[in-house]
């Protein structure tokens, strides 16, 4: 799981979906707070309905790496902010992902723990809900399990379980270093078109014919 780990990290979130384009995706409305960071780690899962409280018993539950999956159930206020993104630094966790709004915006950029929600609110909830840990829970259009790897970048997040990503890690590898040798290419002058088969593609499509576009790199 760790070699696993390190090879997501040095990632971007896009190359693994090109490696399977049927991996599932968190709703793009949940968004990068903090801009210029990216995270790998196991899932542990918390609901927080307009009350922050659960947080707590999900800070003391992960362990250094992992991710906190905070499920908001269409809450309408904060039950993330400063505070927690510090313990969860201090406590060595990847990130805090929450479908659901959050706040301390400006704290929470300078910290630099990467942060997804789908907005923010100055007002926080309640602290009356004890809160479960590490259930299966709705996430952004999907069910998480716990344990399940989240995956995040500027661009937005993935989360699968550890062996579906496994299955793709070599190829989305491949197609990272891909990318890489194009950018370089183009840097020096090369046309993109003239870096991938798009004209026998095109043409192969207008024949009828299966085809798929490829690099020439």
């Known amino acids: 799981m760790t ?11 896009s190359a693994i979906c090109d490696a399977d384009k049927s991996l599932p995706v968190v709703d793009p409305a949940i968004r990068a707070l903090v801009p210029d960071v990216s995270m790998a780690g196991p899932a542990v899962t918390v609901s ?3 009350d922050h409280l659960p947080m707590f018993a999900a800070l003391s539950a992960a362990r250094p790496g992992s991710v906190l999956v905070v499920a908001g159930g269409g809450g309408h206020r904060a039950v993330s902010g400063e505070l ?6 201090r406590r060595g966790l990847a990130g805090i992902v929450v ?15 990467p942060v997804f929600a789908r907005g923010t609110c100055p007002a926080s909830g309640s602290t009356s809900d004890p ?5 299966m829970v709705s996430f952004g259009g999907l069910v998480v399990s716990p344990g399940d790897l989240v995956c995040g970048d500027d661009d937005g997040l993935l989360i699968a379980a ?16 891909a990318e890489r040798a194009l950018v370089s ?7 993109l078109h003239s870096l991938t088969t798009v004209v026998e593609h095109v043409a192969a499509l207008r024949r009828g014919e299966p085809s798929a576009l490829g690099f020439k790199v």
């Open 3 to 13: 070699d696993l780990l390190d090879r997501l990290r040095e990632l971007q979130v």
């Open 48 to 50: 927080c309905v307009d």
């Open 84 to 89: 927690f993104a510090t313990e969860a630094k």
């Open 99 to 113: 479908d659901g709004l959050v706040r301390d915006v400006r704290g929470l950029r300078g910290i630099g723990l």
């Open 131 to 135: 809160g479960t840990v590490d259930e």
């Open 162 to 177: 550890p062996d579906r990503l496994a299955e793709v890690v070599d190829t989305a590898e491949g197609i990272e270093a």
């Open 185 to 191: 290419a183009m840097r020096n002058g090369h046309d």
